[in-house]
């Protein structure tokens, strides 16, 4: 899951990719989806005592990770060194919430993927896996992250390992 912090009420601030961090799908989706909404967004690195001062300050007005599972999650507060942090009095923020709205409803399609990703080259919610099967080991299969629960939506691997039967919805394969 990677985590994000948002200033001021418009600015979305989350780490770079290095080591740790996730290069993943949702977060990618999330950069790209709070852009096209009109935010500010950032990949700054982000130092512990500063947060939680920004924190208390205000600066930070909503904290949210996002990942395949949780999709989006607000964040209530930090603990730290015995003492906790609280995040908008606990409660979900406009941006979270907003980001998650629209993230699902692309997903579930409830809204027009404005985005166009199946006719576009699959440019925002477009990622390579590598498939746990061993006859497909080490091919990469691209896909769109959309269905339920993040399983991805119209990713088919050879027909003999064809787990949509072709019964995809999204797809119609």
Not at 154 to 159: M, Q, R, S, Y
């Amino acid at each position: 899951m990677n985590i994000c912090f948002v200033y001021d009420g418009n600015h979305i601030v989350t780490p770079p990719l290095t080591g740790s961090i996730l290069p993943g799908v949702t977060r990618k989706s999330v950069i790209a989806l709070a852009r096209d909404l009109g935010h500010e967004v950032s990949e700054q690195m982000v130092h512990v005592g500063e947060m939680l001062a920004d924190i208390e300050s205000g600066r930070i007005t909503e904290v949210f990770g996002c990942g395949t599972a949780a999709v989006i999650a607000p964040v209530g507060k930090f603990g730290y060194q015995d003492k906790e942090y609280v995040i908008n009095d606990y409660e979900v923020g406009p941006i979270t919430q907003r980001l998650y709205q629209e993230l699902t409803d692309i997903q579930y399609g409830r809204i027009e993927d404005r985005f166009d990703t199946d006719r576009r080259g699959r440019e925002m919610f477009v990622d390579t896996v590598r498939p746990p099967f061993p006859v497909l080991s080490g091919v990469e299969v691209p896909f769109h992250w959309g269905g339920p629960l993040g399983v991805p939506r119209d990713w088919h691997p050879p027909a003999v390992f064809d787990p949509c039967l072709r019964a995809c919805p999204a797809c119609q394969r």
